[in-house]
């Protein structure tokens, strides 16, 4: 079983790194980031069950800081909402050459 | 790895798996950020389903209250917060040729993990075969991951309170505004 986890982690990780270049709203984006943090979990979690529970520590580690990621990264977009009233990144061009 | 597993857990193993990578793909040809947030609740619960069936039932727990739980009720509060459940009626800028290129670096990401998740791994790592078993009767589900977690890894496990730490102080100061300010 373990293939079958690296596969479909690895299809996970991809579909978010597509998400991440195909949108535009900067939380469906954020959105993306955590699938792709997640697939990693799987990898991690897929790996430990062959070679040791040790794999499950650093998914504890993963879990806090894609938290802490989260709650920093929806207050800059509030923040950011707040500046310019939306959240398409289109329209958030001020370091744009 | 030739350990021969039961019909009825292979096919469970797919069964979630496929519901899984549906799920994403769900989640992210959607244009509301409420519907993908949902999408994305079930790819979590899927995967929490794919931790069970690894054996680390912890973890799935924890999949389900942290990431399906907590963090995706924190992106819905955002999106009603900010008032943003409906789609962006603005065109994407950028033209349908950033859609295939995007499809393209896909690709090539998708084969290249495919090529290195391929790699053999020496065999004198691998545990025997009921080791997870074995670990989980010796000290339960929880025992597995908190002894790691408090003997080899205390110092990062102390530090992580620092970064919880420093993710509420910057939350809290970013989201506080410019009014409060002035005060």
Same mark, same amino acid.
């Given at each position: 079983?373990?293939?079958?986890?690296?596969?479909?982690?690895?299809?996970?990780?991809?579909?978010?790194?597509?998400?991440?270049?195909? @949108?535009?709203?900067?939380?469906?984006?954020?959105?993306?980031?955590?699938?792709?943090?997640?697939?990693?979990?799987?990898?991690?979690?897929?790996?430990?069950?062959?070679?040791?529970?040790?794999?499950?520590?650093?998914?504890?580690?993963?879990?806090?800081?894609?938290?802490?990621?989260?709650?920093?990264?929806?207050?800059?977009?509030?923040?950011?909402?707040? @500046?310019?009233?939306?959240?398409?990144?289109?329209?958030?061009?001020?370091?744009?050459? | 790895?030739?350990?021969?597993?039961?019909?009825?857990?292979?096919?469970?193993?797919?069964?979630?798996?496929?519901?899984?990578?549906?799920?994403?793909?769900?989640?992210?040809?959607?244009?509301?950020?409420?519907?993908?947030?949902?999408?994305?609740?079930?790819?979590?619960?899927?995967?929490?389903?794919?931790?069970?069936?690894?054996?680390?039932?912890?973890?799935?727990?924890?999949?389900?209250?942290?990431?399906?739980?907590?963090?995706?009720?924190?992106?819905?509060?955002?999106?009603?917060?900010?008032?943003?459940?409906?789609?962006?009626?603005?065109?994407?800028?950028?033209?349908?040729?950033?859609?295939?290129?995007?499809?393209?670096?896909?690709?090539?990401?998708?084969?290249?993990?495919?090529?290195?998740?391929?790699?053999?791994?020496?065999?004198?790592?691998?545990?025997?075969?009921?080791?997870?078993?074995?670990?989980?009767?010796?000290?339960?589900?929880?025992?597995?991951?908190?002894?790691?977690?408090?003997?080899?890894?205390?110092?990062?496990?102390?530090?992580?309170?620092?970064?919880?730490?420093?993710?509420?102080?910057?939350?809290?100061?970013?989201?506080?505004?410019?009014?409060?300010?002035?005060?």
């Amino acid at each position: 079983m373990l293939a079958e986890s690296l596969a479909i982690s690895a299809v996970l990780f991809t579909i978010g790194v597509v998400g991440v270049l195909v @949108h535009r709203n900067a939380i469906i984006i954020f959105m993306c980031v955590e699938l792709m943090l997640t697939a990693v979990n799987l990898t991690f979690v897929a790996f430990s069950r062959f070679y040791g529970a040790t794999g499950q520590v650093f998914v504890v580690f993963v879990m806090t800081v894609s938290a802490a990621e989260a709650a920093v990264g929806l207050a800059i977009i509030i923040a950011i909402f707040r @500046h310019r009233q939306t959240v398409n990144l289109s329209d958030i061009n001020l370091m744009k050459g | 790895m030739d350990q021969h597993y039961p019909l009825f857990y292979v096919f469970h193993f797919y069964l979630f798996g496929v519901i899984a990578i549906a799920s994403a793909l769900a989640f992210v040809t959607r244009k509301s950020p409420v519907a993908a947030a949902l999408w994305l609740v079930n790819t979590m619960f899927a995967l929490a389903a794919l931790y069970v069936m690894l054996d680390a039932d912890f973890i799935a727990a924890m999949q389900v209250l942290v990431y399906a739980g907590a963090i995706m009720v924190v992106f819905l509060f955002v999106v009603m917060l900010l008032n943003l459940g409906h789609p962006s009626e603005i065109p994407d800028a950028r033209g349908k040729w950033w859609k295939l290129a995007a499809a393209i670096v896909g690709l090539a990401l998708l084969s290249m993990v495919m090529t290195i998740s391929r790699t053999r791994l020496p065999e004198s790592l691998v545990m025997p075969r009921d080791f997870s078993v074995t670990q989980a009767a010796k000290y339960n589900a929880v025992g597995t991951i908190a002894r790691p977690l408090f003997n080899e890894y205390l110092l990062a496990f102390e530090l992580t309170s620092v970064l919880l730490l420093v993710a509420i102080a910057g939350a809290v100061v970013l989201g506080r505004g410019r009014e409060s300010n002035a005060r």
